[in-house]
Nanobody, 126 residues
Framework: QVQLVESGGGLVQPGDSLRLSCAAS????????MGWFRQAPGKEREFVAS????????YYRESVKGRFTISRDKAKKMTYLQMNNLKPEDAAVYYC???????????????????WGQGTQVTVSS
């Protein structure tokens, strides 16, 4: 049974940093990518960043490039999202997800991800 558990969310001020973590268990098979998505109230879930598990290539939505960094620790089966210079528009519930059989063209598409965590809240407010 695959389980993804996010942690690290919280309340911060604009300009602050947070590091989200995603612990994966039950992944007794190869996965293609791990991704971070977010959903703000009244909005659809959107892609934030992803990393190809084996090769380590990373992908970001335009608005977080240069501020967010996704990384993974293959041995620990952990995925991280370092978020710097947070802005109020980054506030959302952040979800970790695993794409088992993906292809590059869908790496930003939430529908390609089969496994999801429960989410962690990030609030950015002064």
């Amino acid at each position: 049974q695959v389980q993804l558990v996010e942690s690290g969310g919280g309340l911060v001020q604009p300009g602050d940093s947070l590091r989200l973590s995603c612990a994966a268990s039950g992944l007794n098979f190869n996965i293609y990518a791990m991704g971070w998505f977010r959903q703000a109230p009244g909005k659809e879930r959107e892609f934030v960043a992803s990393v190809r598990w084996s090769a380590g290539y990373t992908y970001y939505r335009e608005s977080v490039k240069g501020r967010f960094t996704i990384s993974r620790d293959k041995a620990k089966k952990m995925t991280y999202l370092q978020m710097n210079n947070l802005k109020p528009e980054d506030a959302a519930v952040y979800y970790c997800a695993a794409d088992r059989n993906g292809i590059l063209s869908t790496i930003r598409d939430s529908r390609a991800y089969e496994y999801w965590g429960q989410g962690t809240q990030v609030t950015v407010s002064s």
